[in-house]
């Protein structure tokens, strides 16, 4: 049962001398203090529930970028160890190796640090 809030003064306005003012003034204030705080936390709530809907989509989104950098790692030295492909240069395959491993490590980090941060600092 939600009570309004002509029904909440008129409980508080009847209480008996439990320690509870009966003073129409501070009531009210006290009123306007309890529909604050409940207007944050709805406010608080709405902004939880966007932020995980971002989480999930953006999750998805670099799972996939990541599953898409090792899979073309694993063709490029697939080509290359059978002969397929053939580069000039000795450092080519390493180097594009190492790239790639700190991209993923970058988007791993991106992932744990601000998508899966609840202590309320952003990146």
């Not at 009966?22 to 009210?28: K, S």
């Not at 970058?106 to 640090?113: D, R």
Request: hydrophobic share 50%; aromatic share 12%.
């Amino acid at each position: 049962m939600v009570l309004g809030r002509e029904d909440a003064l008129a409980i508080i306005s009847t209480a008996n001398g439990d320690g509870i003012s009966t003073n129409p003034l501070e009531v009210i204030e006290l009123i306007n203090a309890l529909e604050n705080k409940k207007q944050e936390g709805d406010l608080q709530a709405q902004e939880h529930q966007q932020t995980m809907l971002m989480r999930g989509s953006w999750s998805i989104w670099i799972l996939r970028c990541i599953v898409a950098i090792v899979i073309f790692d694993f063709f490029l030295v697939t080509c290359v160890g059978f002969g397929w492909m053939h580069f000039e240069g000795s450092l080519f395959l390493p180097v594009f190796i190492a790239d790639s491993l700190i991209k993923t490590f970058g988007l791993a980090w991106v992932v744990v640090n601000y998508l899966f941060n609840n202590n309320g600092k952003k990146v």
